[in-house]
């Protein structure tokens, strides 16, 4: 199959040096060509340029992009989207002014998740899960992480993995799978907090790795949900199986959830709402993404992670849209990029670098998606016609994203 791409008023994010992510005052560069064609054979981004150099290739198919803009593929490397129903009532239980923890005391948040997803069967999680992935590819997201957690059972979760395994067998978007069986500890277990971490490592762990259903582990380390020493045990048992960690850390509270991380060379910790020098600090010089999720914190109202003092420090940042029932119910990246400019001040190129090629290492995906470059997955999006890149993220109600290419095939 044969694609060239043509008149491409500006193609964006192009690599001609494999990088492995973007950093400090390098995420401001986005590299990009005025005028231009996209090659791609067999599925893979073969070659670019200008169109005053632009072969023939008599054989391909013709897509003409005239006054539009082509991107590679957001890669969103933090969602929950395999879940039963909705949380709307909780939102209404935030306005009235509860907090997210109060909301979690009383059974409700990740546990109100729970008890509906144990009920619901894997075909229903695999119908609606399809639906969201729908949307987010039409959004103009070509490679997604999903994590379990609201299974909180052995049953439950590896139901929730196998699902996960199904849309990445059914759906051309690229899928990474995240065992989070640590989300929160389940009704049944309340005051046994331990006992669960132990049926965690003596169990699920063991049975998610030998059907070969996670290619990571996440723990929610934070105040009121697992401590470091409990996420440091789970993460030594996925460790004899190979499971390298990405975690949710800081969110709530300075939970020395990200030290940890970088202590266990975790792929990223993710949230950060809670970042101080210290964290800074410790991911510096680490291989560790700090990967942020304004969605939830401008779903929850609360303080949005210091992503200015992170980039300013010289780390490397990603974006991801969190989507998941209780905080972020979107997974629109767009918007995330709209949000990290007003809310993160992270200026436009900073955002589209922390949504392409640093959110596809946050989800060990940056030698093939990420960017256009040779060689990569030819998974990207045309734009309707707009007058620069700037104008993504402030049109932030605007559906911009209008062809989606995944694997070289429109969508
Ligand atoms: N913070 C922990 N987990 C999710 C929220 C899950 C939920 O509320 O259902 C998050 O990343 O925001
Ligand atoms: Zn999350």
Same mark, same amino acid.
């Given at each position: 199959m044969k694609l060239l791409v043509k008149n491409i008023k500006k193609l964006v994010q192009i690599e001609d040096m494999p990088k492995t992510w973007v950093a400090g005052s390098d995420m401001k560069e986005l590299p990009s060509i005025d005028d231009a064609y996209l090659y791609i054979y067999d599925g893979l981004f073969a070659d670019f340029g200008p169109m005053s150099s632009c072969p023939d290739h008599p054989d391909a198919e013709v897509v003409d992009a005239t006054g539009c803009m082509v991107f590679p593929s957001f890669c969103d490397s933090h969602t929950h989207l395999v879940y039963a129903g909705s949380r709307e009532i909780e939102y209404v239980d935030k306005i009235r002014g509860l907090s997210y923890e109060e909301i979690a005391k009383r059974g409700g948040g990740i546990l109100n998740s729970a008890e509906r997803l144990r009920a619901a069967s894997e075909d229903e999680l695999f119908e609606s899960a399809m639906e969201r992935i729908n949307e987010i590819v039409s959004l103009g997201t070509g490679a997604v992480e999903v994590k379990s957690g609201y299974g909180l059972s052995t049953e439950s979760e590896l139901k929730m993995l196998r699902v996960i395994r199904r849309i990445r067998s059914e759906s051309p978007i690229t899928v990474k799978s995240t065992f989070l069986g640590a989300h929160a500890v389940p009704m049944e277990y309340r005051g046994r907090q331990s006992e669960? #971490?132990?049926?965690?490592?003596?169990?699920?762990?063991?049975?998610?790795?030998? /059907? %070969? $259903?996670? +290619? &990571?582990?996440?723990?929610?380390?934070?105040?009121?949900?697992?401590? #470091?020493?409990?996420?440091? !045990?789970?993460? /030594?048992?996925?460790?004899? &199986? =190979?499971? !390298?960690?990405? @975690?949710?850390? %800081?969110?709530?509270?300075?939970? =020395?959830? @990200?030290?940890?991380?970088?202590?266990?060379?975790?792929?990223? #910790?993710?949230?950060?709402?809670?970042?101080?020098?210290?964290?800074?600090?410790?991911? $510096?010089?680490?291989?560790?993404?700090?990967? $942020?999720l304004p969605g939830a914190a401008f779903f929850l109202g609360m303080d949005y992670p210091p992503a200015r003092k992170m980039i300013d420090a010289g780390l490397p940042v990603a974006l991801a849209s969190d989507y998941n029932p209780g *905080?972020?119910?979107?997974? +629109?990246?767009?918007?995330?990029?709209? $949000?990290?400019?007003?809310?993160? !001040?992270?200026?436009? /190129?900073?955002?589209?670098?922390?949504?392409? @090629?640093?959110?596809? &290492?946050?989800?060990?995906? *940056?030698?093939?998606? =990420?960017?256009?470059? !040779?060689?990569?997955?030819? %998974?990207?999006f045309i734009t309707k016609p707009i007058p620069s890149y700037e104008y993504m993220p402030y049109a932030y109600t605007q559906k911009l994203v209008d062809r989606v290419f995944l694997n070289g095939k429109r969508i």
């Open positions: 669960y #971490v132990d049926l965690i490592v003596k169990e699920m762990i063991p049975q998610v790795a030998a /059907e %070969n $259903l996670a +290619d &990571y582990i996440d723990v929610f380390c934070d105040k009121g949900f697992f401590t #470091v020493e409990e996420t440091e !045990r789970m993460l /030594e048992a996925a460790a004899k &199986y =190979g499971l !390298r960690p990405k @975690i949710h850390a %800081n969110e709530l509270a300075l939970s =020395g959830g @990200i030290q940890l991380g970088v202590k266990h060379s975790a792929l990223s #910790v993710d949230h950060l709402e809670f970042t101080g020098e210290e964290e800074i600090a410790s991911l $510096l010089d680490s291989t560790t993404m700090a990967t $942020l *905080s972020s119910p979107s997974g +629109d990246m767009k918007f995330i990029l709209s $949000l990290a400019c007003v809310k993160m !001040r992270m200026v436009p /190129e900073e955002a589209i670098n922390a949504a392409t @090629i640093n959110s596809a &290492y946050a989800m060990g995906l *940056s030698g093939t998606h =990420g960017s256009i470059s !040779r060689g990569k997955i030819a %998974n990207f």
